[in-house]
């Protein structure tokens, strides 16, 4: 990416950077759910842990450390299909797509602000974790690093297949931006191994990186090993998904482009 | 200032421009076909769903046209029109500006977007020319419809574009504010030579910016000329008269 396209994706996130400057309830929005998810699955944790009495498989964090994680998740997609609602909802998307920036370029800033809304949404947790619970995901070590950047991943391919729904049925598929991952949630096996599902179910989870990535945290947690077949897999379905994806999204752009849906998006 | 000072005669032209939306329906834009020289100003008019907006759409690449082709400052639309939009730009009262960000922000935004040098001080001269300055740190949703059209005019200049589409640049304005950003419009065209396309409902307004005009029914060009030469030749005091004329199809009645 050359300076040129540098400074239009700059220009993108600005425009997100100034919205957050002059609205301080959406930076708390960012913060809220995060950190409610913390304190509900902190105190389940807390109380499962007093009544087996078992505190090395429980309180050892795996539901805690699985609900940050996803969070990331959760906070990735939404952060990059709730930002390119902003331009809807602000009417403001034929103006985008008239100027110079490219739809890579465009996707890049939204990715960008995905990664700055997950962080702002996620680290408050992680500390309220530290605090209440005294639970420490970086205790896992550097491997933390890779788990969360396999879920930022799967929350972008997962985005960019809502925004392709937005793009061909409208604000009417705003919706989802809310709530398509949690419908992905059974399926991730965020807070039980895979082979708890049933056999005919186990396929569907092995597809979605997510599934890898917690069954990689399980094993650093309890096991306090690197699970490196799981994380190779996350890694590379999550290459899968997001060429799929990022296809699925150009050939919805040039439809929109065909039906004249930019002109009119929003309504 | 030239007419060739952006490299090319001309700054935009259009060979048999078909729209159609969906097999079997009328095609919302039929067969247009022409140029814009650069320094002049081109006149769209025509009806509601006459097809301005499919054409303006077309000319921005937010529309993809069923065949035909555009060439905008040297640049075919279908196959590099990113070299195109640098040196475009467009204003529309129905897209708005983010209401949230204030007016430097928003300026800021597409200064960056449109690869702008020097972006403050750009800023700075287009705040003072289109008299923004006293609003310039206030949110763009906060201000007044005379003042959100100069904002959107700052915006659409922010690039010094060679190439400028307006879609109704005065609609909802009282007639002085509406004068200010013809005169602004002019004296922008005069000092540098871009080559503007104009699509509007205000006659007067057509009248005294335009060099030449269409005149669009059905997707169609029905007639064109000089302002001048349509009110001569259709026997008329002024063009909203000829534009009567053919929107209702009186054309043969009024050169009878």
Known sequence: MNAAALRRVWGLVYRHLALFRRSPPRIIELMYWPALQMVVWGFVTAYLAGLQNDVTSIAAGVLIGGVLLWEAALRSQMGFSISFLEEIWSRNLGHIFVSPIRPAEMVAALMTMSLLRAMVGVIPAMGLAWVLYAFNIFSMGPVLVAFFAALILMGWAVALGVTSLILRYGAGAEALAWSVLFGITPFACVFYPVAVLPVWLQPVALILPAAHVFEGMRAALTQGVIAWDHLAAAYALNLVWITGMAALFMGQLRGARVRGALLNIGE | ?256
């Open chain 2, 1 to 256: 200032m030239s007419a060739h000072i952006w490299g090319v005669t001309h700054a935009l032209t259009v060979e048999n421009l078909v729209k159609r939306y969906a097999p079997g329906r009328p095609p919302a834009v039929d067969g247009l076909s022409f140029t814009l020289t650069a320094g002049t100003t081109l006149g769209l008019l025509g009806g509601n769903g006459a097809g301005k907006t499919t054409t303006i759409a077309m000319l921005l690449g937010l529309l993809l046209p069923t065949s035909g082709r555009v060439v905008a400052l040297g640049h075919d639309m279908a196959t590099d029109r990113f070299a195109a939009l640098a040196r475009m730009n467009f204003s529309s009262p129905y897209i708005s500006l983010p209401h949230k960000l204030s007016v430097r922000e928003n300026l800021r935004v597409y200064g960056h977007l449109y690869g702008v040098r020097g972006l403050e001080a750009r800023i700075a001269r287009l705040a003072e020319e289109l008299q923004l300055t006293d609003f310039i740190e206030r949110p763009a949703g906060d201000l007044s419809a005379g003042q959100k059209t100069r904002v959107a005019l700052a915006k659409a200049l922010i690039n010094t574009p060679a190439l400028l589409l307006l879609d109704e640049p005065t609609a909802s304005l009282d007639p002085d504010t509406g004068d200010w950003v013809r005169t602004r419009l002019e004296r922008y065209r005069d000092e540098t030579g871009c080559a503007i396309l104009l699509a509007s409902h205000n006659m007067a307004e057509v009248e005294r910016l335009c060099g030449h005009v269409l005149m669009l029914k059905q997707g169609r060009v029905v007639d064109q000329g000089s302002p001048d030469d349509l009110i001569a030749r259709y026997g008329r005091d002024d063009l909203e008269q000829v534009f009567l004329d053919i929107a209702r199809g009186t054309r043969a009645e009024a050169l009878a």
